[in-house]
């Protein structure tokens, strides 16, 4: 497919609206997949999520290398424990900082079939998830730094 722009939070207010659910699975959605796909690892991320490239719709890609996840209107039904560690954002270049996320999640979702599908995820999995899904509601990871640990890593 294709190589999107991804928006960068001090320009492109669409990264702080809270997105609309996708009322239909359709080759609209389908294509928006793949083309997220094609930005996510062209720039290195290991998520996506449909605001990042400038459309207000909740759809979600992930890979952290163990191959690609699709999610359409996903929500986490439940979570357990902690877990600290760094993040950054394809949408804020250049700034990292530590961020508290569950240790474990259970999302629901649709799959690209249209059917509703529970994922669980752990660890690294469980922090794309509440990334990629707080995209969705307009929340950034900056929102959620441990203060003072916030780094810029363009210096």
């Known amino acids: 497919m294709s190589v999107r722009n991804i928006k960068e939070y001090k320009k492109?207010?669409?990264?702080?609206?809270?997105?609309n659910y996708v009322k239909k699975v359709n080759r609209k959605i389908m294509d928006l997949i793949r083309d997220m796909?094609?930005?996510?690892?062209?720039?290195?991320?290991?998520g996506l999520a449909a605001p990042q490239v400038g459309i207000s719709k909740?759809?979600?890609?992930?890979?952290?290398g163990s191959g690609?996840?699709?999610?359409i209107n996903p929500?986490?039904?439940e979570q357990k424990g902690n877990q600290t560690d760094i993040e950054?954002?394809?949408?804020?270049?250049?700034?990292?900082?530590?961020?508290?996320?569950?240790?474990?999640?259970r999302i629901r979702s649709l799959n690209e079939k249209g059917e509703q599908v529970e994922l669980e995820g752990m660890g690294l999995l469980a922090r794309a998830f509440c990334h990629?899904?707080?995209?969705?509601?307009?929340?950034?990871?900056?929102?959620?730094?441990?203060p003072g640990t916030d780094k810029n890593i363009n210096i």
């Not at 796909?37 to 290991?46: K, S």
């Open 68 to 71: 690609l996840i699709s999610l």
């Open 88 to 105: 950054g954002c394809l949408s804020i270049p250049g700034i990292v900082g530590e961020v508290i996320r569950p240790n474990w999640v």
């Open 37 to 46: 796909a094609d930005t996510m690892y062209h720039a290195n991320g290991v």
């Open 75 to 77: 929500e986490i039904v």
């Open 132 to 146: 990629e899904i707080d995209h969705l509601d307009g929340i950034l990871f900056i929102d959620k730094l441990v």
């Open 58 to 64: 909740r759809v979600i890609t992930i890979d952290i």
């Open 12 to 19: 492109d207010a669409v990264l702080r609206k809270k997105s």
